[in-house]
């Protein structure tokens, strides 16, 4: 009996390590490649989110989306654990706010982008 509750306490740590990696990785990453960014929370991300007009997915992946301007620089995305809106980054406060972005992330993707289904019928 023990020897399962230690089991599921090992499976419970891990996952909350695994958990916490990704979010720390978020930050690293925006840290990494904007020279101007600031700490937010997921309201905030949320109105951002909503207010750009996103042009582009990630075609491979369904993952991230982008904004581009008219000169194609990417000026907004939220891709790979990079979170950029107007060419400044956004960190997440605290790792289930990031978890909410990405998961808001991908509901928009499934939401206003389907990939394109070719059935074939095998005779």
Do not use: Q
Not at 73 to 102: C, L, Q
């Amino acid at each position: 009996m023990n020897f399962l509750f230690i089991i599921l306490g090992i499976i419970i740590l891990g996952s909350l390590v695994l958990y916490w990696a990704d979010w720390f990785t978020h930050i690293h990453m925006v840290k990494g490649i904007c020279p101007t960014y600031g700490w937010t929370s997921y309201k905030i991300f949320k109105e951002k989110f909503d207010a750009t007009d996103w042009d582009k997915i990630d075609l491979k992946y369904s993952t991230g989306v982008f904004k581009e301007d008219k000169d194609l620089h990417v000026v907004s995305k939220v891709f790979s654990n990079i979170i950029i809106f107007n060419d400044i980054g956004m960190i997440m406060r605290t790792p289930i706010e990031y978890a909410k972005a990405k998961l808001y992330t991908r509901k928009y993707i499934k939401k206003y982008y389907v990939k394109p289904v070719s059935k074939h019928r095998w005779r």
